[in-house]
């Protein structure tokens, strides 16, 4: 996994570019502020306002864990949720959930991932849908229902009321 990420702002006055390199784990947290590596300033107009982009970094076991039991850590943007709501981060997701002792608050974060996976995978929207992985996220909260109550009031109304429907809320 590539450990060297690419941070760009952009002059919102006269367009020039400027550039710094950081690791994965600085581009994750956001760990490095572009404006106070190469100035407030634009280098070019003396401007000072920017447009920042990111690449996105892909986020690891390690990673993922140390956000899970960190309260300092925030991931990348501002819905985390949102972007822990892919199938490549599913099987660290539920390892993290069941071995880790994690912060509530994360984990919450975390089921709330969880269903909006199965909310991305249901509406009639998503073109590329993917029943497979619907059923099988499905079956993990089925699993976690204690741990779906305490996340409940984090998960938005337009989610729950897609994905509840299709979940075993209560045992059977
Ligand atoms: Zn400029």
Redesign the pocket.
Known sequence: MKDSYTIERE?S????KEQITVSRREVAFELVDINEVVGKN?N????SKFITYYQTPDLDFELLKEWATNPELYLMGQDEELLLADEKYLDNILNILDNVSLLDHKRNLLMDALCVIVYDNTIEDNQQKEENLNQRVIVELNKRREKLKQADEWIMDYIKEVVYPQLELTEK
């Open positions: 002059c006055n006269c367009g020039s634009c070019n107009c003396s401007a």
